[in-house]
């Protein structure tokens, strides 16, 4: 398929397939067969073999796989001339050095989450997710359509980085614990692996929160490290085998309603790029969104019912008083962004706008057509 091909298809031809262990292709150079006036061939010129930092797990399903398709993506639509090769966490830098290794030009491009910079900046969180905030459509719409990219770039530009929303988990459970919690007195002194926002609003409520790789769970969930622990939803977590170290699986995940992924590239070498690069690896990243959430919930379900028909896994809703701490400390925390830094306020202030404009449409269309379903249906 030629260059054009892909580009002119792009808005529709890259929005399946599955997980898998893909291999970065390399793809040859290609030359221009002689044209009838005798000219010589045009060389397609400019490759460049650029690598890409992950905090992943290597070939890790959802996640993992989903950079390294991405990686795939960019590839085949440049026709081998922006060639990525994925790293795996650990493999060029630490999990959580991927943006400081993007910034400092050390790797061209990182695969993450944003909320695990909040170090750099509060405002990181918005742009993964945040306590009560946005769906996966949601938060794309707010991105694409309510002014959030233009937040984005200028936030990340303070870092010589390019952000794209790059993929999406969909909505993501509320965790595993090893005991059954009853009311918030349970949540009280427990150690809880679980990052950005959501980790602050546990500690708001008494409990004790640890931002730990994914990688690090399953081992910290068996040492005691940790007495519970959040990372994505069945398909993920299945994978990692925190079914086999606790059994109580709860939800709904009010800490991750719709966990963006991004991928970060150097601006100053992103800047560099002829225009039909910076173009193949935007519609690239909107692509791999897409196929990231379709794959997502399509492995999810699958992954419950064994979980529980063949592990032995229960679930569980977190009690409503719990959930209602959970609301009140979410609330008090995000408040605090409106005395926050300049950029931070203006972030806070576009994600709430949008958010509260967009609540209304939500509960009349997704939300009641859900509801209407679920007892169409007789589940409940």
Same mark, same amino acid.
């Given at each position: 398929?030629?260059?054009?091909?892909?580009?002119?298809?792009?808005?529709?031809?890259?929005?399946?397939?599955?997980?898998?262990?893909?291999?970065?292709?390399?793809?040859?150079?290609?030359?221009?067969?002689?044209? $009838?006036?005798?000219?010589?061939?045009?060389?397609?010129?400019?490759?460049? &073999?650029?690598?890409?930092?992950?905090?992943? @797990?290597?070939?890790?399903?959802?996640?993992?796989? %989903? $950079?390294?398709?991405?990686?795939?993506?960019?590839?085949?639509?440049?026709?081998?001339?922006?060639?990525?090769?994925?790293?795996?966490?650990?493999?060029?830098? @630490? /999990?959580?050095?991927?943006?400081?290794?993007?910034?400092?030009?050390?790797?061209?491009?990182?695969?993450?989450?944003?909320?695990?910079?909040?170090?750099?900046?509060?405002?990181?969180?918005?742009? $993964?997710? *945040?306590?009560?905030?946005?769906?996966? %459509?949601?938060?794309?719409?707010?991105?694409?359509?309510?002014?959030?990219?233009?937040?984005?770039? &200028?936030?990340?530009?303070?870092?010589?980085?390019? /952000?794209?929303?790059?993929?999406?988990?969909?909505?993501?459970?509320?965790?595993?614990?090893?005991?059954?919690?009853?009311?918030?007195?349970?949540?009280?002194?427990?150690?809880?692996?679980?990052?950005?926002?959501?980790?602050?609003?546990?500690?708001? =409520?008494?409990?004790?929160?640890?931002?730990?790789?994914?990688?690090?769970?399953?081992?910290?969930?068996?040492?005691?490290?940790?007495?519970?622990?959040?990372?994505?939803?069945?398909?993920?977590?299945?994978? #990692?085998?925190?079914?086999?170290?606790?059994?109580?699986?709860?939800? /709904?995940?009010?800490?991750?309603?719709?966990?963006?992924?991004?991928?970060?590239?150097?601006?100053?070498?992103?800047?560099?790029?002829?225009?039909?690069?910076?173009?193949?690896?935007?519609?690239?990243?909107?692509?791999?969104?897409?196929?990231?959430?379709?794959? #997502?919930?399509?492995?999810?379900?699958?992954?419950?019912?064994?979980? *529980? $028909?063949?592990?032995?896994?229960?679930?569980?809703?977190?009690?409503?008083?719990?959930?209602?701490?959970?609301?009140?400390?979410?609330?008090?925390?995000?408040?605090?962004?409106?005395?926050?830094?300049?950029?931070?306020?203006?972030?806070?202030?576009? #994600?709430?706008?949008?958010?509260?404009?967009?609540?209304?449409?939500?509960? =009349?269309?997704?939300?009641?057509?859900?509801?209407?379903?679920?007892?169409?249906?007789?589940?409940?």
């Amino acid at each position: 398929m030629k260059r054009r091909d892909f580009l002119a298809g792009a808005a529709t031809g890259f929005f399946a397939g599955a997980a898998g262990g893909y291999a970065v292709s390399r793809a040859r150079q290609r030359t221009s067969t002689v044209a $009838a006036s005798g000219r010589a061939p045009a060389i397609l010129t400019g490759r460049r &073999e650029w690598r890409m930092a992950t905090t992943w @797990p290597d070939k890790f399903p959802g996640i993992g796989t %989903g $950079a390294e398709r991405l990686a795939r993506r960019i590839s085949e639509m440049s026709e081998g001339r922006l060639s990525i090769t994925v790293h795996a966490q650990g493999e060029l830098v @630490p /999990p959580f050095g991927t943006f400081d290794a993007v910034s400092q030009g050390t790797v061209e491009m990182g695969h993450g989450a944003a909320y695990y910079w909040q170090s750099r900046s509060r405002a990181c969180s918005f742009f $993964a997710t *945040v306590p009560f905030g946005f769906t996966a %459509g949601e938060l794309s719409a707010w991105i694409h359509y309510g002014g959030g990219q233009d937040l984005y770039d &200028e936030l990340y530009a303070g870092f010589d980085l390019k /952000p794209f929303l790059a993929g999406n988990t969909g909505a993501q459970m509320g965790g595993w614990f090893a005991r059954p919690i009853g009311s918030v007195a349970d949540l009280k002194s427990l150690k809880i692996r679980m990052p950005g926002l959501g980790g602050e609003v546990l500690r708001r =409520i008494g409990a004790t929160a640890i931002n730990l790789p994914g990688s690090d769970i399953l081992q910290a969930l068996q040492s005691g490290t940790v007495d519970a622990s959040e990372w994505v939803g069945p398909w993920s977590d299945m994978a #990692f085998g925190l079914q086999d170290v606790a059994k109580h699986y709860y939800w /709904p995940g009010f800490h991750e309603p719709g966990t963006g992924v991004e991928l970060i590239v150097n601006r100053t070498k992103f800047d560099a790029l002829p225009g039909d690069l910076r173009a193949i690896v935007a519609n690239a990243c909107q692509a791999e969104t897409d196929a990231m959430l379709a794959e #997502f919930n399509a492995r999810n379900g699958e992954a419950l019912r064994t979980l *529980v $028909a063949e592990h032995g896994v229960q679930l569980h809703r977190f009690p409503e008083d719990v959930l209602a701490a959970f609301g009140t400390a979410s609330q008090e925390v995000l408040a605090e962004y409106e005395t926050a830094d300049e950029i931070t306020r203006r972030i806070y202030g576009s #994600f709430k706008g949008f958010r509260d404009g967009v609540l209304p449409w939500s509960k =009349i269309a997704d939300q009641g057509y859900m509801n209407m379903r679920e007892k169409a249906l007789g589940f409940g």
